[in-house]
């Protein structure tokens, strides 16, 4: 699974100023602090200042949102599609472009966990941290050549690729191809948007694999935006105490 930054729009003054013109005022950069400025990672000595780091914990602690909705990101990401599935329930500030295996017909990848884990006693959680070995030994004390996964995943790629060759659509022959098949999309949205998604699904009893993504949108997130995001976040973990 990948997160990268594509692209990405306004820093955290952006987010001061577009809540200092409510009274007509503009802030500028404190020149005496060092910060890293934007994905290229250029040293710039520049920060903000103290004021208006204390103006991005208000806006958060308050929860007004639109000044940190100027700021936008653009992310592409590849993971399984039950993950794809999962974020694409968040709709609310953002724009979403997936690649479509009705056009596309290239070899199909597919997600395998390092770890199979077991089914959770709480049914509010998804899954225990019991590790489960789905390749038991067999009675004979031999293991099988493979899983019951591993079966799984040849044949459906076989049927796949075997409808294509028959002349099958490929927005019908998709329809064999598993949840665990890889999918892309460009994610694009506003700070504010990416920090509601990173709040629900890095908590602990979110699907692991849905939590890695969130974690990584985190660490872009933290890097490009350090007190916005700081801000945003630390009222979340103010408010789950």
Known sequence: MNVDIVDKLGDDLTVVNAARVSFDKESSWDLLGTREMGVTGRLSSLDLKEKDKKLLEYLAKHQHWSPFSHVQLQFRIKAPLFVARQLG??????????????????????????????????????????????????????????????LALIKAKWTYETLLRRGVCPEQARMVLPQ??????????????????????????????????????????????????MALMREYSDEQE
């Open 89 to 150: 329930k968040h709709q609310v500030g953002l724009a979403w472009n997936e690649v479509s295996r009705r056009y596309v017909s290239s070899e199909p990848e597919f997600y395998t966990p390092d770890v199979w884990r077991g089914v959770a006693e709480d049914k509010k959680q998804g899954s225990s941290d019991k590790e489960i070995d789905i390749n038991p030994v067999h009675p004979n004390g031999l293991r099988p050549f493979s899983n019951d996964y591993e």
């Open 180 to 229: 665990s098949t890889y999918t892309e999309w460009y994610w694009t949205g506003s700070l504010y948007a990416f920090a509601r998604i990173c709040k629900l699904r890095m908590a602990d009893d979110t699907q692991k694999e849905t939590r890695f993504i969130a974690e990584s949108i985190d660490k872009h997130c933290k890097y490009l935006y350090p007190n916005s995001w």
